[in-house]
Every structure is written in C-alpha cells, then in structure tokens.
C-alpha cells in the first residue's frame, strides 16, 4: 500500500528532485535502489514503479538522464544491494528474526519469501526481482539458509541487469505514450498489481498444493 501511496506522486517527486538536484539526482536513484534490494527493513520502497518512472525521464523528449549512465548506476545498486543483504543474512538473519512479534523483522515476510525459494531455488533471485517483499527477502534468505556465494553472485547478476533493464526500458519506450502520460497514475497501479499478482498466484499454488496433501494419520 505505501508503494502505491508514493507511486502517486512519483512523476512530480522526480521531476522535482530533477529541477533541485540535477546530476545528483542518480545518486538519489542509486540509494533508493540499493536500500530497497539491500536493506532488509526497507520493502516499503519504490521498486518497479520508480524505474519505470526513471525510463520515462530519459526519453530524449525529457532529456533529464543518459539512459545508459542510468541503467549502469542501477544495475550496479541492484546488484550491490543484494549482495550487501545475502551477507547481512548470513551473519545476523536467525538473531534477527528470533523476536515472533517484531515490528520491523516481520517474520510472515521472511516465511513468504522462503516458501518462494523452496520452490524456485536459485531462481528465486532471477524472478523474485519482480515481486515486491520477496526480492528485498530473497537474497537474506539465501544468505540465512547457506546459498553458495558463487551460486548467488550468478544469479544476482543476471536479475539485475533483467529487472533493471525490463522496467526502465518500459518506461523510456512506453512512458511517452499519450495515454500512458495522460493516465500515468492507472500504469502505475497497473505495474503495482502485477507485482502484486506473482505473490498471489503463487499463494494460491500453496494453499492448493496444501490441500492435495493427504492428512497425516491419528496417532
């Protein structure tokens, strides 16, 4: 819901920041990006939405951003944001998540995203970029649960460059649209509900997996 509340008014904020900060304005890109991937107390972030937003300010009619300078940036805090969180979740996961009734640890996220990786294995790092929660979780439960570095490194590559590249090129091709521009806050739910939809299909896919499990018997 906080995602969707910020997307709001996420076109005027960038613009905004644009006109105040000019070049600084990739570093202010860079650190949103790299909290949302890397800290682990921060799902709440513009993820997808924000790209997209970004793709659209460096249409040469917009002319605020180098799209190749831009997408180099956040592939590189992507990836670093990661990599910094699989070793935060190697060394403090378990402590951190001891507490049921944590406020900022929640423990159903950590149980939502491990579900996810029982499921997609490596994966997960690849495609959890698109599903808001699990790819802030995803790389601290590889970490937590004792991914191979190497394996990870790979993978966590791979879906930078693939998120990165997906949502910005969206919005530099698409954002320029005139419906798009005229009902750009319905896009923005729209890349928000099918954010959303991945974690639903694959709750669903649970609870029916659940359900064809035969009881355990009475003892």
Known sequence: MTDALLAFDLRETLQNAIDHYGVWTYGILF?????ETGLVV????????LLFTAGMFAHPKSGAFNLYLLMGLLMVASFAGDN??????????????????????K?????????????????????GRFVPIVRTFAPFVAGMDAMEYRRFVGASAIGAVVWVSVCVLSGYFFGRIPWVAANF??????IIGLSVL?????????????RRQPP???S
């Open 31 to 35: 650190l949103i990006i790299f909290a």
């Open 42 to 49: 921060a799902p709440f972030l513009p993820g997808d939405s």
């Open 84 to 105: 910094v969180n699989f070793w935060v979740g190697r060394w403090l996961g378990r402590k951190a998540f001891k507490n049921e009734d944590s406020r900022i640890f």
């Open 107 to 127: 423990r159903q996220y950590l149980e939502k995203t491990r579900q996810f990786y029982e499921r997609h294995g490596r994966k997960t790092i690849i495609i």
């Open 185 to 190: 806050e319905l896009v923005i739910l729209g």
């Open 198 to 210: 991945g974690i639903l299909i694959e709750f669903l896919r649970t609870r029916a997996e659940a």
């Open 216 to 218: 355990e018997p009475e």
